[in-house]
């Protein structure tokens, strides 16, 4: 009885100590408990040496008193190698990183010093068990290393819990979690107060107040009723066929714009972040180009390409194609030199490094890049489809304007508008599916 | 100023505006007599509207305005932006084709404006049909228009070229490959690519893709009897508010189209319009107001009629061209409404100088006199 109450005693200090740890700070008092359970009570006489790099990565260990002096191995390219430990600290955590099992680092006691123990394989399995909250414990171990211990991304990356359950979570569910932060912070309802006082102020500037200035635009009401009319008065609206059919054409030539200017910026861009002497050769005449309006190219186009579509598409490509080279170029000239030397280190070849460091390390300028590169696309369309000569929602904007058709051009600028919104979206999801390991980090920080 | 304060500065600074706004009335152009401000949008990219270019030149307004008088002139490379600066108030005097003025008196919901002179009534000012240079010779323009079935053929949509290309199939029961929407520079690009069969253009880009050797011409709209036209447009608010400018502008117009008519002005008028215009040679310009064409492609010897007041002639060409523009909805009205013509000026001043429409002919001059 006596022994099971200080089992208890025991048990309950150990989730109390788990409890002021970074990785373990926010799991539930069960999911502590069932951890308590698993950890062994150590201690370390001043000068004594825990373990040395290639011992065996067997256990994590929690400081519960006293202080150890954690030397990261300098082949790490952590940006500071030295870090002492004290009560709620965690170290000894190599085994969760994928591919190592062997330690990293040289860890000694400075003063007499008692820990927790805990096997690394039983925390995995455990952590497995509780996949939702087991993920989180995993995602505040990245966050631990990468920012107390100042080891690159690129090192800093976890074992997967196993399970399909796991590999679920760890996209549908983290945007899951997204999105319910998102819901419950108070952006969604800003952003329809956002709407709903531009429709007002488009409402009360031009049909109410008549502002000097405003009262000449097309207002919302006129614009809304030719926009719904079965029998649209400028013969465009919700009813017609060649709504749609603008509408498609447009997207046609965005997604041929978007995926050349994809395919050849980012490949462009790598090539001059990544080569000094093709920067050197190119990147003065890629930044003569880069400034040049579309219209400027209309005429040039026309002649260059023998199909008309060939142009238009053109057209829409160019300032793309410039945003998507400018952001791959930026984001490779963005890597932390520390993540390729690593890398060296570690015997990767230069494709090596160039597969995983470059590469990844570029990914969120790329897609940043390809975020604008399709906005971009969109407002190039109605110059590029001044050129068509016949569908496109470009082509209806600036037919409308020679037309002096107001409400037609209101509502090809908003459907315009609609459609980039939707295509920008699809390419952020898009870009968060590529680098989960972001949207979990920006998750974490609610952001 | 802390953020509650700012909040209700801004809200308050809205309604004061919102006040004052809803107070705000038409242009004020001053009392009769006194001078006035102008602004006075014209197209000297269209040869038809060239009255505008030569009251620009002379300067015949100042004759008849109020001493200290301040006209400006504004280039419109073509109509539309004319109607939109009108239609915004930033231009109180439009001189443009026939569809742009007619759709200017349309978009009553944002400004009245009205149509006070005619221009001149033509075959040939905007209704030219060009071929690539590369194109069979044909015997006249009959054969030639025939040609166009299948072909790829552009014009600038809603313009005076829309409809005569539209009736042109229509008389000949022909169907182009493809009919295209481009403005001027696109299809002076295209021709240039070797992409277009066809195209309907105005002048004097039609004589400079002649001369350029660019494109052939083919017919024109005497070809088939259809006429295109260029008006004077003003804004109600200042007719309203100074007859007296009204009165002392059109009396200028017609000085300046007494002026334009006169052959012995000819290469005065081009002058004025190459200082006006640019990438248009003196030879490019005459051609496209006083050169003669071959009878064969639609040619004649008459180039430009200026009735000056609405005739009967320019009453139907507004009549067509509005139902036009209504069928392809471009405007939503089928006929304009009466009072967006305003003859009453013109007729006043053609009884007072014992005139009658058309006051004049612009013929066409031997190639000769054309300018080397």
């Known amino acids: 009885m006596e022994a099971a109450a200080t089992a208890n005693g025991a048990g309950d200090d150990a989730a109390a100590l788990l409890r002021e740890t970074t990785p373990f700070g926010e799991a539930s008092g069960a999911l502590l408990a069932r951890i308590a359970r698993l950890a062994r009570p150590a201690r370390y006489g001043a000068g004594t040496r825990l373990y040395s790099p290639d011992d065996p990565a067997d256990d994590i260990f929690v400081v519960a008193s006293g202080r150890v002096e954690h030397v990261l191995d300098p082949q790490i390219g952590a940006r500071e190698a030295v870090k ?34 805990i096997n690394t394989e039983e925390l995995i399995r455990l952590l497995s068990s509780e996949p939702q909250e087991g993920e989180h414990v995993m995602e505040r171990f990245v966050s631990m290393i990468q920012r107390e211990f100042t080891v690159p991304a690129l090192l800093a990356r976890v074992r997967r819990l196993s399970g399909p359950l796991t590999e679920e979570m760890s996209t549908a569910s983290l945007t899951m979690y997204r999105m319910s932060l998102w819901l419950k912070s108070p952006r969604p309802y800003l952003m329809f107060i956002g ?7 488009w409402y009360l ?73 093709f920067k050197e050769y190119v990147f003065p005449v890629f930044e003569m180009l880069r400034p040049i309006p579309i219209l400027a190219w209309v005429p040039l186009a026309i002649v260059m390409f023998i199909a008309t579509e060939s142009a ?34 570690l015997g990767a070849n230069r494709r ?27 407002f190039s369309l109605v110059a590029a489809e001044m050129v068509s000569g016949q569908y496109g929602l470009g082509y209806v904007i600036n037919t409308s304007y020679v037309m002096v058709r107001y409400p037609t051009i209101v509502i090809g600028m908003v459907t315009l508008g609609i459609v980039g919104y939707i295509t920008s979206a699809m390419v952020r999801i898009a870009g968060d599916y590529m680098m989960e390991w972001r949207v979990r980090e920006l998750a974490l920080s609610e952001r | 100023m802390n953020r509650r304060h700012f909040t209700l500065a801004a809200v308050a600074a809205l309604f004061a505006c919102a006040a004052s706004s809803s107070q705000a009335a038409d242009i004020d152009y001053g009392k009769p007599g006194t001078p006035v401000k102008l602004v006075v949008g014209y197209q000297p990219y269209y040869t038809q509207s060239w009255s505008g270019v030569v009251m620009r030149g002379k300067k015949f307004y100042e004759k008849y305005l109020p001493k200290g008088s301040d006209i400006e002139f504004q280039i419109g ?82 313009s005076c070229t829309d409809r005569f290309a539209q009736a042109t199939f229509k008389r000949f029961n022909i169907q182009p490959k493809e009919y295209l929407n481009q403005n001027i520079e696109v299809i ?19 004589s400079r893709l002649v001369d350029e050797g660019l494109a052939r011409l083919i017919a024109t709209g005497k070809s088939v009897q259809e006429n295109d036209g260029g008006f004077l447009a003003m804004r109600a608010d200042l007719i309203k508010q100074r007859p007296d400018i009204v009165k002392a502008w059109l009396q200028a117009e017609l000085d300046a189209q007494l002026f334009i008519a006169d052959p012995k002005n000819a290469s005065e008028v081009i002058k004025m319009a190459k200082e006006q215009t640019t990438g248009f040679s003196e030879k490019v310009l005459w051609n496209s107001l006083y050169g003669r064409y071959p009878d064969s492609a639609g040619g004649g010897d008459m180039r430009n009629m200026m009735h000056y007041t609405f005739t009967p002639e320019a009453r139907e060409l507004i009549n067509r061209a509005a139902a036009f523009l209504y069928s392809i909805k471009s405007i939503n009205t089928e006929k304009i409404r009466p009072e967006a013509i305003e003859s009453k000026w013109t007729e006043e001043i053609l009884k007072e100088r014992g005139l009658k429409a058309p006051i004049a002919e612009i013929k066409a001059l031997p190639a000769a006199q054309a300018p080397k």
């Open chain 1, 195 to 201: 709407f709903a006082l531009f429709l007002g102020f």
């Open chain 1, 84 to 117: 002492r430990v004290t009560r709620g600290g965690v170290f000894g955590w190599t085994g969760l990183l994928l591919g190592q099992e062997h330690r990293m680092a040289t860890v000694t006691a400075l003063e007499p010093t008692q820990v927790l123990r």
């Open chain 2, 188 to 206: 002076t690009s295209n021709f240039r690519a070797g992409k277009l069969d066809a195209a309907v253009m105005w002048q004097p880009t039609t």
């Open chain 1, 352 to 378: 090596q490094v160039f597969r995983h460091v470059i590469l990844p390390g570029a990914l969120p300028f790329i897609f940043t890049g390809l975020q604008i590169s399709i906005g971009v696309s969109w």
């Open chain 1, 205 to 277: 500037a031009v049909e109410i107040w008549r502002l000097p200035r405003f009262r000449e635009m097309p207002g919302l009401t006129v614009v809304v009723k030719e926009w719904l009319s079965p029998n649209p008065t400028y013969g465009l609206s919700l009813y017609t066929e060649e709504y749609y059919q603008h509408i498609l054409v447009s997207i046609w030539r965005v997604t041929k714009a978007f995926f050349l200017a994809t395919v050849l910026g980012v490949t462009f861009g790598l090539l001059l972040g990544w080569s000094r002497a």
């Open chain 1, 312 to 345: 238009v598409v053109y057209l829409a490509f160019l300032a793309s194609f410039f945003a998507t080279a400018l952001n791959t170029m930026l984001g490779v000239e963005s890597i932390d030199e520390s993540y390729i030397r690593a890398a060296d280190c």
């Open chain 2, 77 to 158: 490379l073509q109509g539309a932006i004319i109607v939109n600066n009108m239609l915004a108030g930033k231009q109180n005097i439009g001189y443009m084709g026939d569809m742009p003025s007619i759709v200017s008196t349309t978009k009553t919901e944002v400004a009245d404006v009205r149509l006070v002179a005619n221009l001149g009534l033509a075959y040939d000012q905007c209704n030219a049909f060009l071929v690539r240079n590369d194109a069979p010779q044909f015997k006249n323009d009959q054969e030639a228009i025939r040609w166009l079935a299948g072909k790829t053929v552009a014009v600038p949509k809603g």
